[in-house]
């Protein structure tokens, strides 16, 4: 495969032309997607929703080309899609695929930095296992201003649950790179609830009184990183598989496991044999049972896939409270 | 009507024209000068070695001007008549009895370098000692190319063999870097508008990064690359010729000793933190096979010239902090490289953050106003903002404010050469550099070229197409400061 920058360019600008005679809206970033397949993936969904909504170049390294044809080149191909928005402008996506073959050469960074739109910012969604790309991943970190993990989704794919979190601790805390995972996005609303929960001022000293706390639901790296969470709000430390509070009592946390998407329950009990109970379904309704009878029942929505990938790249910046859980595992 | 103007009359003679450099610089930037009516009455003589009828040669320079667009073939035929070949090696003096024949006729005289360093002795000594480096009737100008000496002592005996045949006006030793549009730019962005000079110092910049990123290997060119290294190759000369212009004070005119006195300066201030504790702040590197534009490439020690044990570096980066009032503690991080992932030379000046932050989600501060200046290629100059995403939530995102030289003022940016050559020809050294400056950034570089001779074993490798060795990324590790991207 030999990557001609300028005839990219050129093909890119033709397709575009082609596609629109209306004025066309100037790439916002560049949004550089890894992963295994092209179709098979989360992405796909997400990019559909930023469709239109904001003009970006994407390149798409399609990395498990390499496993399933062995003999295959590298190869590239070039296409876009415009929408036209409401001022009656262009907002395209130009379309790169590279997909690696068993030369490797795809995947590497002399490939696909060369087509990258230079000084707009560049953002990674590795869609892709972490622990076994930990060479493509660590130059394509070096390329990006922020990295898009899914951990929930990189366990599906193979990684091994008890080395992911240690994975993602070396890019956030160690690398310091800005790093976003899909699967502490997707537990905010949780959170959200679960904070709320304490926002009585009369509940919130029961913070430092609880004991332990199950969650039911979520896949084993959300069910982490949930619990992760809740230390580093609450100050605890790690101990075994367990925690210890500020006072050093300790504190159990337990998950049951449930595939990716569906409800949670979360219950909270505390040192005085009290218990808070939360559920939630994706669809929208949730319970909070308090331990004096009381109930309520706000409703929440679950941002999908594409409203975070909105979010994310709308917003360069590193996610401070996933970046902070994770410090939490320095702290036993 | 406008009128062009144009050069003196006068010979040009080449000194090693059936060079690359000739091929691919200085005979398209002649012709372009002579397109554009720069030079009215000239001739241009080919001195090299090789025996090359008249015939061949002017073939060869038919050749060499083939891609200069927008020429008549009359225009083309005319300047190929102009071109004369002196076929004898520097060593005999009969050949520089025939260039005083050549020079008959033509008041003004300029000599090109453009032979390998080892050479430059033979001719400027000679030069002198034929009489050829003064005239009567005109200037005599002579341009010096790069590499100028391959550290303090061999520049100092360089400058002092110039001097003792020329003055110091009549040398012209070329730094291309500083013909680019952009570089010369930068002087009239900081010095011709009100609004960077208050903020261009200690107060509000964060830091500076300085890139000089290749593609490309070593090529054909292993044998000498073997002995100069991204440190002399790259960073003595460029990169610290594109600093001295970041930095610098604003001169008090814009003579050209003005402007170099003040680059000296730059230079001068420079805080030896590199003698102290050489590994802290200079990092080097070579290239181990990669991948380049899709296509896979050899490593640096297997490639042709190389020796395989070489310990010459293709990548250096240093952090570099100079003694002024202006810019005491912020660093200067400098890098070179061939085999990156993409040519590209930009000068960044990082900015601080705001004393408040105000947007943006909690703990992670946006990111930083950076103007980039870039040199090469597509020549211009960026502003990156923060600005809030319309809407009624107040997102921010880092937007550009582009300016690029070709979109703006159409494709009539001279090239480096042509610009430095029309330089030379109407007198103006401000783009060439003197010896102090020369000196000066030889001073420096050889106490870490010194500390680096002690130094055994491999050199730490980066994979050709990336952005460079993991070492580097140590020079900028402090809260959020970042290479930007090559
Ligand atoms: N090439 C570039 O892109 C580049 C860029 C920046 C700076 N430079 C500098 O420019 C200079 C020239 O570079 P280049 O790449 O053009 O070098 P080159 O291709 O090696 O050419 C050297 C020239 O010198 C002539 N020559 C060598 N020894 C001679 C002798 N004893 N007598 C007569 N002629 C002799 C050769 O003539 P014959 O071929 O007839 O032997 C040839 O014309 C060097 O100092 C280099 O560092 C080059």
Redesign the pocket.
């Given at each position: 495969m030999i990557v001609d920058v300028p005839a990219v360019e050129q093909e890119l600008a033709r397709i575009q032309r082609e596609l629109t005679n209306s004025e066309v809206r100037t790439s916002l970033f560049n949004l550089v997607v890894f992963s295994p397949d092209a179709e098979k993936t989360m992405a796909n969904e997400a990019l559909n929703y930023l469709l239109g909504k904001r003009a970006a170049r994407v390149i798409h390294i399609v990395n498990g080309a390499a496993h399933e044809n062995p003999t295959e080149e590298s190869r590239l191909d070039v296409s876009a899609r415009c929408f036209i928005d409401t001022e009656r402008k262009s907002v395209c996506f130009q379309e790169i695929v590279i997909t690696n073959g068993s030369d490797g050469a795809g995947g590497a960074p002399g490939s696909w930095v060369p087509l990258l739109v230079r000084d707009i910012p560049t953002l990674i969604l590795w869609q892709d296992t972490l622990c076994d790309n930990q060479d493509l991943l660590a130059h394509a970190q070096e390329q990006a201003e922020k990295l898009l993990v899914d951990t929930e989704q990189s366990v599906a794919l193979g990684d091994p649950e008890d080395a992911i979190l240690e994975v993602v601790h070396r890019i956030v805390v160690t690398d310091r790179i800005p790093v976003s995972d899909f699967a502490f996005k997707r537990l905010r609303t949780l959170q959200r609830l679960v904070a709320s929960a304490f926002d009585d001022p009369k509940r919130t000293p029961l913070l430092d009184e609880i004991s332990s706390v199950d969650l039911a639901g979520t896949s084993s790296p959300a069910g982490r990183l949930f619990s992760l969470w809740l230390a580093d709000r609450l100050g605890w430390t790690i101990d075994g598989a367990h925690f210890r509070d500020r006072r050093n009592r300790p504190v159990a946390f337990n998950h049951t496991q449930v595939a990716v998407g569906c409800s949670a329950e979360v219950h909270i009990d505390l040192m005085t044999s009290e218990r808070i109970h939360i559920a939630m379904q994706t669809a929208g309704c949730a319970d909070v049972d308090y331990p004096e009878g009381e109930e309520s029942h706000p409703v929440v929505s679950v941002p999908g896939n594409g409203e975070l990938l909105l979010e994310e790249v709308d917003a360069i910046g590193s996610d401070a409270l996933y970046r902070n859980a994770l410090r939490v595992l320095d702290r036993y | 009507m406008d009128t062009v103007d144009a050069a003196e009359p006068l010979v040009i003679f080449i000194?090693?024209?059936?060079?690359?450099?000739?091929?691919?610089?200085l005979m398209p930037a002649l012709f372009s000068l002579y397109l554009n009516e720069r030079l009215s009455e000239f001739r241009i003589v080919g001195?090299?070695?090789?025996e090359w009828s008249q015939e061949h040669f002017r073939d060869q320079v038919r050749e060499m001007i083939a891609n200069v667009g927008g020429a008549s073939e009359e225009q083309r035929n005319r300047f190929v008549q102009s071109v004369v070949y002196l076929q004898?090696?520097?060593?005999d003096p009969a050949g520089y009895e025939k260039l005083r024949e050549h020079a008959a006729g033509f008041p003004n005289r300029i000599y090109y370098?453009?032979?390998?360093?080892g050479?430059y002795e033979?001719v400027i000594r000679s030069l002198g000692e034929h009489g050829l480096a003064r005239s009567d009737t005109g200037y005599v100008r002579i341009i010096v190319?790069?590499?100028f000496g391959r550290d303090l002592a061999s520049a100092q005996s360089l400058n002092s063999l110039l001097q003792s045949c020329f003055d110091e006006s009549q040398i012209y030793r070329i730094d291309?870097y500083l013909g680019k549009e952009t570089v010369q730019n930068l002087m009239m962005l900081r010095f011709g508008n009100g609004i960077f000079e208050p903020v261009w110092n200690n107060r509000y910049v964060d830091h500076v990064q300085i890139t000089v990123a290749e593609n490309a290997g070593v090529g054909t060119?292993g044998n000498?690359y073997e002995r100069a290294g991204a440190l002399r190759d790259m960073i003595q000369n460029h990169t610290f010729q594109l600093l001295a212009i970041t930095a610098m004070e604003p001169p008090n005119d814009t003579s050209p000793d003005s402007i170099r006195d003040e680059k000296v300066k730059i230079i001068r201030s420079l805080d030896p933190v590199t003698h102290r504790e050489p590994d802290r702040h200079v990092v080097r590197a070579q290239y181990s096979a990669g991948v380049v534009d899709g296509s896979e490439v050899a490593g640096y020690l297997t490639e042709d010239g190389v020796d395989p044990e070489s310990q010459t570096e293709t990548y250096a980066a240093l952090r570099l902090y100079l003694d002024s009032w202006r810019w005491a503690g912020v660093p200067f991080v400098l890098r070179t490289g061939k085999r990156l992932s993409r040519k590209a030379t930009e000068i960044s000046v990082h900015f601080k953050h705001p004393p408040l932050h105000f947007f943006g989600p909690a703990g992670s501060p946006l990111q930083r106003n950076v103007l980039s200046i870039r040199i090469q290629p597509q020549e211009g100059i960026t502003l990156n903002v923060n600005a809030k995403i319309p809407g009624y939530a107040t997102a921010v995102r880092p937007v550009s404010m582009d300016f690029a030289y070709g979109s703006a003022f159409g494709p009539a940016v001279p090239e480096a050469y042509e610009r430095l050559l029309f330089d030379a020809m109407k007198g103006d050294n401000t783009l060439y550099t003197r010896n102090d400056e020369i000196e000066a950034s030889w001073s420096f570089i050889n106490r870490i070229l010194d500390h680096w001779s002690t130094q055994d074993g491999p050199l730490p490798q980066y994979a050709a197409g990336s952005a460079g060795p993991d070492e580097a990324r140590g020079l900028l590790a402090d809260g959020d400061r970042r290479w930007r991207r090559v």
């Open positions: - | 000194f090693g024209v059936t060079g690359d450099l000739t091929r691919k610089k001195f090299a070695r090789r004898s090696t520097f060593e370098l453009s032979t390998p360093p050479a033979e190319e790069k590499p291309h060119r000498y």
